[in-house]
């Protein structure tokens, strides 16, 4: 079992919690939240070796890209340990049944706290891990299993890799979490209308650009830009009728603001408020689609692989024409 948070005062480095929890009320969740939300990103190899190196600490002085990396893995783990934790803290389980924890100086909070402060913790988490692989991404010579893990190639997967480079498009309020939702949408987005423009050759030659890190032509840049712009509209579109509009980890909400709560209420957009986000959404997507085509097209020559994928670029057909004298081509 990989081990980051040895006692309660580890975690609550990152947390706001009392002294009076114990260790096991926190602890026990933390494989489950590793395996759950960080081991896809990180690869087996990796985390294990930073929990040794934590575990032998202090006897054994952690390397140093060791000791970077760890707290950058225990802030998002600290989160995400504390959200599965959440629904535990508010009973108590033992041989008279399941109760519910209060005394004389607390009561139970409400449930729409509750659910803030959950919603809260998973967006700290998934920012955060955000970060971490942003980190890891900076650094990796510094980190060769993370390099030959599937999370490596996990994380360069798409033309939108990050919440940061989605956001730059289309505003999703810098949220992990709502990107990974809509992560799903863009494999969609890529697969069939980007595919339809650029051919499947010139878009995978276009994505392995993106995981060497090559350096690219400003004709290049353009290319991706078009279809980075491309694909946030047309997934902001398809996302819509499957619960979006306004996006933020609720769904599809529109934000209400009253004078009793500064932070807003949220509720299910309207039919027509969907579909107008639908229409502008595509109306901006099959815009830069359109650009993307122009742009390839009148720099034909520039590009072969996609020149020469005939998928995209039809051999055109020739016209016979007849006359007195015989036959000829247009």
């Known amino acids: 079992m990989a081990t980051f948070f040895k006692t309660i005062d580890d975690l609550k480095k990152y947390l706001s919690v009392t002294k009076s929890y114990s260790d096991n009320e926190f602890l026990t969740r933390q494989q489950y939240a590793l395996d759950q939300y960080m081991n896809k990103w990180l690869g087996t190899g990796l985390i294990a070796d930073i929990s040794a190196a934590y ?11 060791k000791a970077a990396l760890l707290p950058l893995i225990q802030l998002p783990l600290a989160h995400f340990t504390f959200y599965e934790h959440i629904p535990f803290a508010q009973v108590v389980v033992d041989d008279s049944g399941i109760s519910r924890k209060e005394n004389a100086n607390y009561k139970t909070a409400y449930a729409n706290q509750v659910a803030l402060l959950r919603k809260s913790t998973l967006e700290t988490a998934y920012n955060s ?17 993370w390099v030959a893990s599937t999370g490596y190639t996990l994380n360069k997967a798409m033309f939108i890799n990050k919440a940061s480079v989605f956001n730059t498009h289309y505003s999703i309020n810098m ?9 799903p949408v863009m494999v969609d987005v890529e697969e069939f209308q980007i595919t339809s423009i650029t051919g499947n050759a010139f878009f995978d030659e276009l994505k392995g650009l993106i995981a060497a890190k090559t350096a690219l032509t400003a004709g290049q840049q ?64 099959n815009n830069w689609l359109a650009k993307l085509k122009t742009y390839l097209q009148a720099n034909i020559d520039t590009y072969p692989t996609y020149k020469n994928d005939t998928t995209v670029n039809p051999e055109e057909t020739p016209v016979i024409m007849s006359t007195k004298k015989g036959f000829y081509h247009l």
Request: charged share 20%; hydrophobic share 45%.
């Open 55 to 65: 575990d032998a600490a202090p006897d054994t002085p952690m390397p140093a890209a």
């Open 129 to 145: 891990l955000e970060t971490l692989l942003q980190f890891l991404e900076d650094n990796e010579t510094d980190y060769p299993l």
């Open 175 to 183: 949220s992990r979490l709502v990107f990974k939702e809509l992560t």
């Open 222 to 285: 353009t290319i991706i830009k078009c279809i980075q712009k491309a694909i946030a509209y047309y997934t902001i579109a398809e996302a819509i009728p499957i619960g979006w509009t306004k996006f933020d980890a609720s769904g599809l909400v529109v934000i209400e603001t009253t004078g009793e709560a500064a932070q807003g209420n949220t509720k299910t957009a309207s039919a027509p408020q969907a579909s107008l986000k639908i229409k502008a959404a595509t109306t901006k997507a």
